[in-house]
């Protein structure tokens, strides 16, 4: 009797998050407002679990100066939104039914949900916060290039939950930060004193893997994907086309600028290993 009592509950309890979720979160009036919002909460609460799980686990966060802790911070924080980012991205490029061209007869470049709109929001979220703080302690968290590549997505995501334009090829361009958690790997490897690591190395290989595909050959993939279905692209808003083709073709040159890098680094690190 006590256990079914205890199980209407929690179903009561179930069925009231699943019509706060529906009602609220995914009302498509709010889902702009409730995901950016989220997303910006998500990163101060990511932020500050991190620092206090690094004061008592790891004994080298303390060592380390003010800005190297915010450095460490920050990057745990994205690195949560990249695992959860690339996530979402690639059920929707490649799993879901949403954007398959035998689905639907609404174009390609018009198609959204209120999940594919909410999980935008939260990275624009994301992107908010992260672009604080980079003007915050500007240049310490970055220089130029991660103002310049930070603005650009935040605008580009920004447009494509807004308006419900290109969001195929805004998660595909969202792929790419599948990179970011094996970059952020190699500055705690660096930060703790491992750089000489069988663990640097191999994080090492495998960023230039994933760089690879993510950022460079996916890109490829995109533009060819663009190139098949430019007559719907022609159809989106004219900023909407200028952010399909620009905001891409800029990062990709900063990527190849910065596979190049990524080469260098790697051959340095092993030359010295042998």
């Known amino acids: 009797m006590l256990a079914s009592n205890e199980m209407m509950k929690f179903k009561s309890y179930q ?54 802790r915010v450095e460490w911070n920050n990057r745990s924080m994205s690195t949560i939104h990249a695992i959860f980012v690339t996530t979402i991205a690639l059920y929707f490029v490649f799993c879901s039914n949403l954007y398959s061209d035998d689905q639907f007869s609404e174009l390609v470049t018009f198609r959204s949900s209120s999940w594919s709109t909410f999980a935008l929001g939260v990275s624009v979220g994301y992107f908010i916060a992260d672009l604080g703080m980079i003007f915050w302690f500007f240049p310490s968290l970055g220089g130029y290039e991660y103002v310049i590549h930070h603005l650009l997505s935040l605008v580009a995501v920004a447009y494509s939950m807004l308006s419900g334009e290109g969001q195929l090829y805004t998660y595909m361009v969202l792929i790419s930060e599948t990179t970011t958690p094996g970059i952020n790997l190699r500055w705690y490897l660096d930060a703790a004193g491992m750089k000489k690591s069988k663990a640097y190395i191999i994080n090492g290989v495998v960023i230039f893997i994933a760089w690879l595909v993510a950022r460079i050959l996916l890109f490829v993939y995109m533009f060819y994907h663009v190139y098949l279905h430019f007559d719907q692209v022609e159809q989106m808003q004219t900023f909407g086309q200028v952010l399909v083709i620009v905001v891409p073709l800029v990062l990709s040159i900063m990527n190849l600028v910065w596979f190049s890098k990524i080469i260098k680094g790697l051959r340095k690190t092993l030359a010295k290993r042998q």
Do not use: W
């Open 15 to 68: 069925n009231r998050a699943n019509l706060f979720v529906k009602e609220y979160l995914l009302a498509d009036p709010l889902i702009p407002y409730t995901s950016i919002i989220g997303g910006v909460f998500a990163c101060k609460m990511v932020y500050d679990l991190t620092q206090l799980f690094s004061i008592v686990h790891f004994k080298s966060y303390s060592s380390l100066t003010r800005i190297q």
